[in-house]
């Protein structure tokens, strides 16, 4: 067996002092396996050792919180069916950022698998994925060919694998930043539904009750995935594509069905995926969440490959396996429903009482570690932080527009801002024929056939505004989110969140996860969306370069199943209005926008100023007005400001609006600005858009009416823009694909 | 009437088909297990969506040597309504039930997206109840849709009226526009676009229902 030396332990990004706490923990110094086995537990992707100390300031209850974070995933109550069952959701987001760059078609898919057995495990059926994703931009003269590969690479494999798992994709965003350039990010959520007497929990209960492992069989790829994904990129982790795994969704598509069926005997006691870190993770965890332990004996797990070690055993992070615990003298039962699907299960142990992962290899023991201590008891470190990175200005240059109109058409074509049609025309979103409302508006709306309500879900994220401000930036995206939900007519239950940054060791990259982590618990508090799960992809750099502070939000909400309202304006001849006003605006606060970044291609001072409780109450009118029927569209303004919103809204089915403003602002900051709580709608009964605005106390403004195909905005009798609809929807239309296609002839 | 819904490894517009038939529509909707041979009764059989075995080697390749499709190529020649959609589609074809193929959309990519369609003909079980001329909008999600076959087999299908729908604009290469064909008994239809996620308002369209009120009447008449 190889000798532990200082060099080994250093290779398994185990610090001195950790090793340390390895020894004490065993009393006496570890072997390979065992040091192997610690290495990916307490790697930052597993043990969350630089954020946990802060992750416990983020809200984690409610009264509808049936399990939060800490579990495969969190579950929330849904309410009650006509027969008066309970029914739950179950939803997380993971991301799979590390592997999308070396290896984007399986680094993207794998990441959709591994966030769907999150779900499964714990008994809930899939019904919706949603992706955040981040690239570097298309153009960019050095690498713009690698990034437009990447991009190609990732959609191709979140459609391969949910195309084929069967789920429907519904939504999501993707925007671009140089700072992604060397560090795509995948983050994906997704969402189950279940019975709430059906929910099933990752722990290893009764002394002596069969462990079963089932599904593909254990290969070389992967080992150390958990431990890459800890580390920055360097020149060297291009070579490192033998550690990203490779997909079968069909395969999890058994297990999901055998899985559900196999939970329906009742010989189930427990059961849990084996995502990072594999079946290491999963024995430890299990028995560290029962209080128990765990033995099993590797010459029983299904290998794919001959002559494996032990030590690559336990490390793999093939896909596609679950392992889980039958009542003794049950496991047949269990066994017959996978043996119907076809599926590959083997008892390879049993519980203890005895609170140890022990684990033997053809009867010899080759690691013996106890399961809390290992699981639960990582190093937490309360890394030291001072102010956020931040290398641009608080003052900007002057914002002139040239020309107010050309703008309108720069956003139009624009990376960030332009149709994101090409990606998810790619993805079968109405597989299953719950969604209501799928890729495109606000928020996704999936329907619960069982229960007659509906679920709406918006994901989130500016890496702009977080950089020139994590806390504010991060306070602003869940506002957004909150707000898309409104517009669907949705109540905001719950979140979850995935906390994407740079190198935790360095005190500003850590001041910006503080920030971030903060301001989120803050918004989070304030509109009673506590955070039931998530995840933290820190290290996110290449050569030394962070990316954007980019936490993402799934925000997540409730509402009767009914007709959607959508985003677009439906006929001409409403009236329209802007709920919450005009907004404030200075120049200061210009400097994150889009019209700063894709006009002006600068970036300076603050992103735009948040009241938490004037947000809210625009939330909660624009909700009664969906929901009283009162409005025939509702879309928020946000990024491109309020002249992108209303040319967003005309885009669906071509009708068009004449607007007249009464503001003081220049028309640069009235066209552009991007301050929030504010959401545009188009009604045929004004009286009672004005009446539930005004039951909240916020303005609603009547700017105008819906036309036939032409797009005008005027500030006090002068023309700032005016336009047919349909060239500007062309080039929104077709940027990304005409982006996209040059490569083919570059 | 019983529709019954067969339930390959990987099938996963299985529940589709059966909430469209049984509840939708109000009939009798049983599943049906790939490794049997038995229909349970079913008056029409619907092979549904999704990925069969993986779709490894090539869409519906593997599926038809399956146990049950032995007994829906029997029930078939007996004269029974078998309705294949999207991979049911690919299986009719893989298994000699169809003539063509279906191969990579024009493309290369996989296509989400509702589209248009006309029915080719309304002499069929599957179409009578579809007004001639009428474009109905019916969502596409695959990835292998083109539909070819040689020369000679289009201008038969063409000559016999066997061409059971054409997409208004052809979204994947189909060779003449074709988006579903019949066998020659008129007994056998297979389309790629997905009725059964038109039958509901809430879905955003409902036009999808023509195919299953066809088979319904169709039914009735003959019973």
Redesign the interface.
Do not use: Q, S, V, W
């Given at each position: 067996m190889s000798q532990i030396t200082p060099e080994v332990v250093a290779a398994h990004s185990i610090t001195p002092d950790e090793y340390e706490r390895v020894v004490s923990i065993l009393g006496r110094e570890p072997n390979i396996t065992e040091l192997g086995i610690f290495s990916v537990m307490w790697s930052e992707h597993c043990s969350y050792k630089s954020s946990r100390v802060h992750l416990k300031k983020l809200p984690t209850k409610s009264k509808l919180v049936v399990c939060g974070p800490g579990e495969n995933a969190g579950i929330m109550d849904i309410g009650k069916d006509a027969e008066g069952n309970d029914w739950c959701i179950a939803f997380k987001i993971e991301s799979h950022n590390h592997p999308s760059f070396i290896e984007p078609f399986q680094g993207a898919a794998t990441g959709v698998g591994g966030i769907l057995r999150d779900i499964f495990t714990m008994g809930a059926r899939p019904i919706a994925v949603m992706d955040a994703l981040r690239f570097g931009p298309l153009d960019d003269p050095e690498v713009g060919r690698r990034n437009r590969h990447i991009i190609e690479g990732v959609v191709s494999g979140i459609a391969h694998y949910g195309n084929c798992f069967g789920v429907p994709t519904v939504g999501g965003e993707t925007t671009f930043e140089p700072s992604y350039n060397g560090n795509p990010l995948v983050n994906v959520f997704a969402l189950g539904v279940f019975r709430k007497d059906q929910i099933f929990y990752g722990q290893a209960t009764g002394t002596g009750n069969p462990v079963i492992y089932v599904g593909a069989k254990t290969g070389r790829d992967g080992i150390h995935g958990a431990t890459m994904a800890s580390d920055e990129f360097t020149e060297e982790s291009k070579q490192k594509r033998p550690n990203v795994q490779v997909g079968d969704p069909f395969m999890e598509k058994l297990l999901l069905e055998a899985c559900l069926e196999a939970m329906q005997t009742g010989a189930i006691s427990g059961i849990q995926d084996m995502g990072a870190a594999g079946l290491t993770c999963s024995t430890c965890e299990m028995g560290s969440r029962a209080g128990t332990g765990i033995e099993i004996d590797l010459a029983m797990v299904p290998q794919r490959e001959t002559g494996m070690t032990p030590y690559e055993i336990m490390l793999s992070e093939s896909q596609e396996r679950m392992l889980l615990v039958a009542f003794q003298g049950r496991e047949q039962e269990v066994l017959d429903v996978f043996k119907k699907w076809g599926l590959d299960a083997r008892i390879v142990g049993s519980v203890m009482d005895d609170g140890m992962m022990r684990v033997r290899n053809h009867g010899e023991i080759v690691a013996e570690i106890p399961s809390r201590p290992l699981a639960d008891e990582a190093p937490l470190y309360n890394r030291p932080f001072t102010k956020p990175a931040r290398n641009v200005p608080m003052d900007g240059p002057a914002v002139v527009s040239k020309d107010l109109l050309a703008d309108l058409f720069t956003l139009a074509g624009s990376q960030d801002l332009c149709s994101k049609r090409w990606i998810w025309e790619q993805y079968d979103y109405m597989v299953r024929t719950n969604t209501l409302a799928g890729p495109g508006g606000d928020a996704a709306i999936l329907r619960v056939k069982e229960t007659g309500r509906s679920i709406a879900m918006s994901l989130d994220g500016n890496g702009r505004y977080c950089y020139l401000d994590p806390r504010e930036g991060t306070k602003l995206m869940v506002a957004e989110c909150c707000r898309n939900l409104a517009c669907v007519g949705a109540e905001p239950i719950g979140a979850t969140n995935n906390l994407n940054f740079g190198n935790p060791q360095k005190p500003e990259i850590m001041a910006q996860i503080v920030e971030a982590i903060e301001g989120m618990a803050e918004a989070c508090e304030f509109f009673e969306t506590p955070i039931t799960g998530g995840n933290v992809s820190l290290y996110n750099e290449t050569l030394g370069d962070a990316i954007f502070p980019s936490p993402v939000m799934g925000v997540v909400g409730l509402l009767q199943t009914q007709a959607p309202v959508g985003s677009g304006f439906v006929s001409a001849g409403r009236q329209v209005y802007v709920i919450g006003g005009l907004g404030e605006a200075e120049e200061l606060r210009m400097g994150g926008t889009q019209y700063a970044k894709q006009v002006m291609g600068a970036m300076w001072g603050l992103p735009p100023q948040l009241d938490m409780d004037f947000e809210k109450r625009v939330h909660t009118a624009v909700r009664s007005m969906v929901l009283a029927g009162a409005v025939d569209s509702a879309h928020d303004i946000s990024d491109g400001g309020l002249a992108w919103a209303l040319a967003e809204c005309a885009f669906p089915a071509g009708v068009g609006v004449a607007a007249d403003l009464d503001s003081e602002l220049k028309p640069e900051l009235l066209l552009y600005h991007e301050g929030p709580s504010r959401v545009v709608v188009s009604t045929g009964d004004a009286a009672q858009v004005e009446a539930l605005a005004a039951a909240q106390g916020v303005p609603a403004m009547r700017i105008g009416t819906t036309t036939d195909g032409t797009l005008a905005i005027r500030n006090r009798g002068a023309v700032l823009i005016e336009t047919a609809v349909a060239p500007l929807k062309e080039k929104w239309a077709t940027a990304l694909e005409t982006m996209l296609h040059d490569e083919i002839h570059a | 009437m019983k529709f019954g819904v067969v339930v390959f490894?990987?099938s996963?517009?299985d529940?589709?088909a059966w909430?469209?038939t049984g509840t939708n529509l109000g009939q009798q909707a049983e599943f049906l297990w790939h490794s049997d041979t038995d229909l349970k009764g079913s008056d029409c059989v619907i092979l549904p969506?999704?990925?069969s075995?993986?779709?490894?080697l090539r869409c519906g390749a593997i599926a038809k040597f399956s146990p049950i499709l032995g007994a829906v190529k029997k029930f078939a020649a007996d004269g029974g309504l078998v309705l294949g959609i999207c991979n049911g589609f690919q299986i009719l074809t893989e298994s000699g039930l169809l003539p063509g193929a279906l191969v990579r959309n024009r493309g290369l990519?996989?296509?989400?997206?509702p589209v248009g369609l006309v029915a080719g003909t309304t002499r069929s079980a599957f179409t009578h109840a579809i007004p001639e001329g009428k474009k109905l909008m019916i969502?596409i999600?695959h990835?292998e849709g083109c539909y070819t076959a040689d020369e000679r087999v289009m201008d038969e299908l063409e000559a016999e009226g066997r061409v059971a729908f054409r997409y208004t604009e052809n979204p994947n290469g189909s060779l003449r526009d074709i988006a579903g064909v019949l066998n020659a008994q008129r007994n056998v239809m297979g389309m790629m676009p997905?009725p059964?996620?038109a039958t509901?308002?809430?879905?955003g369209s409902v036009d999808g229902l023509g195919v299953f009120q066809s088979l319904i009447q169709s039914f009735a008449l003959h019973k």
């Open positions: - | 490894p990987g996963n517009c529940h589709d909430y469209a969506g999704g990925f075995y993986g779709d490894y990519k996989f296509i989400c997206k969502p999600a990835g997905h059964e996620r509901d308002p809430l879905m």
